[in-house]
């Protein structure tokens, strides 16, 4: 009878495929898509690396591991992302949760006790990262999680449901403005929303620029060159200035190149901070109510 490959050799011919093929972090991939395949957390690979592998297995590994090798990102092939420590489903409907984005929920943490009893919305949710992991930081707060995506409010909610604070959200299907029909004002306002231009788009990696929904990437424009990535941010600035309660702030995620563009459309707020990111790159702007001692342009580590 011939033997059947194990996890060892499943793993090394699938690392040596993916790095042929020019895949980004090929062995962590080959990880990621066996442990997936096999129900296992990744360390688990490595308590059992002799274990063989039966057909039904094998097929499903050479499967994933083919998609991932042709550029599909890991996470829409396992359904998964971790992001702030906590575990994310995600679908080619929803963008991937990123490290940067993270920023946001460490701003929110230094603003306000984790006891704060405030009401946050989440402006494009998405996967739900933002408004849950919100959710998940400050048990006494509930929020509204606004996008114009349908499929992506569903990711949203089934990822409130997976953590536990489904009750404390409220899930809004339409554009930024949505915000303005619900009663009251918030506390909190976060956003990451579309601010890659045209251009930028056109040199993405495949992986990103070919799976990944563009309309949550790139803002809709009638531009004759394309959206230059900044349309949102007086769209946004309206809404803001309408809904955050009088000492409320709102929390944008932004391109690199961005803050001047970011500053102008926030023009006449109580203040106006630019914070970087951990490469030492505008990421971050934060906005205080308007109404308030004169815009404080500055940009801070």
């Known amino acids: 009878m ?6 060892r ?35 688990g690979l490595f308590l059992d690396m002799d274990r ?15 998609r991932r090798g042709r550029g599909e990102p890991a996470a829409y092939l396992v359904g998964g992302r971790e992001f702030y ?3 994310f489903a995600v679908t080619p409907d929803v963008l991937i949760p990123r ?48 996008d114009t ?7 949203a909610r089934e990822n409130a449901r997976r953590h536990g604070v489904e ?46 929904p563009k309309s949550a990437l790139v803002p809709a424009s009638d531009a004759p ?14 809404v803001v200035r309408e809904c955050l309660l009088p000492d409320g702030a709102f929390l944008m995620e932004m391109g690199c190149t961005q803050a001047d563009a970011a500053r102008r459309a926030f023009a006449g707020f109580g203040g106006v901070t630019v914070h970087r990111d951990l490469a030492g790159l505008d990421r971050l702007l934060e906005v205080r109510s308007p109404g308030g001692a004169p815009d404080g342009l500055e940009s801070v580590p």
């Open 85 to 87: 420590g906590l575990d």
């Open 225 to 238: 060159d394309g959206a230059t990535g900044c349309e949102c941010f007086p769209v946004l600035a309206r």
């Open 167 to 212: 009750a404390r959200l409220e899930f809004v299907h339409g554009d930024f403005s949505a915000l303005c029909d619900r009663p009251g004002r918030f506390g909190l306002v976060v956003s990451n929303p579309p601010y890659v231009s045209q251009a930028e788009y056109g040199g993405l990696s495949p992986e990103v620029a070919g799976f990944e």
């Open 149 to 155: 995506s349908a499929a992506a409010l569903a990711v």
């Open 9 to 43: 050799d499943i793993l090394a011919k699938s690392e040596a495929y993916l790095s042929d093929k020019g895949v980004d972090s090929p062995r962590l991939s080959a990880q990621m898509l066996v442990a997936h395949v096999l129900g296992l957390e990744r360390l």
């Open 52 to 66: 063989p592998l039966s057909e039904s297995e094998l097929a499903r590994c050479r499967d994933l591991v083919t």
């Open 2 to 7: 011939e033997k059947r490959p194990t996890v």
């Open 99 to 146: 490290p940067e984005t993270e920023g946001i929920i460490e701003r929110a943490r230094a603003l306000f006790p984790r006891n704060a009893d405030v009401r946050f919305a989440d402006l494009g949710t998405g996967s739900g990262c933002l408004a849950v992991t919100l959710a998940v930081c400050f048990p006494a707060c509930t929020g509204v999680a606004v």
